[in-house]
Structures are given as structure tokens and as C-alpha cells.
């Protein structure tokens, strides 16, 4: 049975940094390429980066709205997929999910909250 | 590629038939995908490729459209259909969804 658990989300301050994790079971996690999507309470889902395969070179594509503060990185001893956000600002503040394949996200995780508030 | 999704509300009864609109900015192909959000589930991908239902997806639900112009329809609503729906593309980076229609119990 493929499982995502997304961790780490809280409450940090604006200008904060945070790293979320999510970890992966049932499937071979080299193989698949991981996303994470946030989803801002009440608002539409907003794909924010994708970080591809073995066979692709676990390469990375980000959303502009978030490429140079946030970086997506996966450990894949520990089947654990991970965003690094810096310099986080209130509008971050949704709650983060992570999901398996890029374009089409055939499993997601429950998601995790991150709060940016002073 | 904007996602115009339509309506943003769709009040039906069990046993109903009801659709609902994705349009893309642009010119996506086919790569369009219908996700169902409940409260308290991660969310279902449903339907991708435009119309190529994903496994256990009910027969009951169906995609259509390429291009721009795309519709998921659910016939005979069930009980346990009433949920939010997103399209999303994935024709181009960034991915980007629709802003949703939530399908409420009349």
C-alpha cells in the first residue's frame, strides 16, 4: 500500500525557515518522481516544484512563485522526500502536501500545516 | 496556463447527472487531470490524460475534451460523491490547477 506522511509543519515567523518531510512506503522510491503542492485554506491547490527519478538524474523543476526560496530534495536510503522554505512570508502559509509522479499525482499525502505569522 | 473551472458550486440530489467545466488559457492536448478533495482524505486523482479513468474510479465517472475545453461528468450521483473537484494541467511548467468546484448535497 503506498503511504506519503508529510512532517514538520508549525507555526514560524515571517523571514523563518522551515524544512518539511515526507515519508514514502510501498513503492520503489527511486523510481517515481515526487511533488510537493500546497494548498492555501479555502483556495485552490498550488504545484509548487517536482524532483524527477533515478533514471532522470533526480533533477528538479520549481514554480516560479517559489523557485530561489524554496528547494526540493529526497533521501533515497530513507525513502523520505523533503522542501526546504526560506524566507518565508505570510502567503506561504497553506497547507503543504507531497505526492507521488510529476503532472499526474496518483497518491498524495494528508498534508501538513505551515503557519507564517508574527 | 490559466484553469477556468465552472461552476464554483453545483447543488445536486443522489441519483443526478452533473458536469462540470475546465477551460485552459491555451491549448493543453490532453493533459488534464480531475482530483476529488474530502475532508479528512488526501486527495483522488480521479480521471488523467483527459479521459482515461484512473484505477477504482467509479464507472460513473467520465472526462472528455482536448484542447482547451474539457468536462467531468458524474451520472448518478452517489452519496459519497459530494466533494470538491480540481482539473489540473500538466501539459506545461508550471502545473497549475482550477479553482475548484465544490458539489453539495440539494
Known amino acids: 500500500e503506498v503511504k506519503l506522511l508529510e512532517s514538520g509543519g508549525g507555526l514560524v515567523q515571517p523571514g523563518g525557515s522551515l524544512r518539511l518531510s515526507c515519508a514514502a512506503s510501498?513503492?520503489?522510491?527511486?523510481?517515481?518522481?515526487m511533488s510537493w503542492i500546497r494548498q492555501p485554506p479555502g483556495k485552490a491547490p498550488e504545484w509548487l516544484g517536482v524532483?524527477?527519478?533515478?533514471?532522470?538524474?533526480?533533477?528538479?523543476e520549481y514554480n516560479p512563485s517559489v523557485k530561489g526560496r524554496f528547494t526540493i530534495s529526497r533521501d533515497n536510503t530513507q525513502n523520505i522526500l523533503y522542501l526546504q522554505m526560506n524566507t518565508l512570508r505570510a502567503e506561504d502559509t497553506a497547507i503543504y502536501y507531497c505526492?507521488?509522479?510529476?503532472?499526474?499525482?496518483?497518491?498524495w499525502g494528508q498534508g501538513v500545516m505551515v503557519t507564517v505569522s508574527s | 496556463v490559466q484553469m477556468t473551472q465552472s461552476p464554483s458550486y453545483l447543488a445536486a440530489s443522489p441519483g443526478e447527472s452533473v458536469s462540470i467545466s475546465c477551460k485552459a488559457s491555451?491549448?493543453?492536448?490532453?493533459?488534464l487531470a480531475w482530483y476529488q478533495e474530502k475532508p479528512g482524505k488526501a486527495n483522488k486523482l480521479l480521471i488523467h490524460?483527459?479521459?482515461t479513468l484512473q484505477s477504482g474510479t467509479p464507472s460513473r465517472f467520465s472526462g472528455s475534451g482536448s484542447g482547451t475545453d474539457f468536462t467531468l461528468t458524474i451520472r448518478s450521483l452517489e452519496s459519497e460523491d459530494f466533494a470538491v473537484y480540481y482539473c489540473?494541467?500538466?501539459?506545461?511548467?508550471?502545473?497549475?490547477f482550477g479553482a475548484g468546484t465544490k458539489l453539495e448535497l440539494k
Open positions: 505526492a507521488r509522479r510529476g503532472g499526474i499525482f496518483d497518491y
Open positions: 510501498g513503492f520503489t522510491f527511486t523510481d517515481f518522481y
Open positions: 524532483i524527477r527519478n533515478k533514471a532522470n538524474g533526480y533533477t528538479t
Open positions: 491555451k491549448s493543453i492536448s490532453n493533459n
Open positions: 490524460s483527459g479521459s
Open positions: 489540473q494541467q500538466y501539459n506545461e511548467y508550471p502545473d497549475t
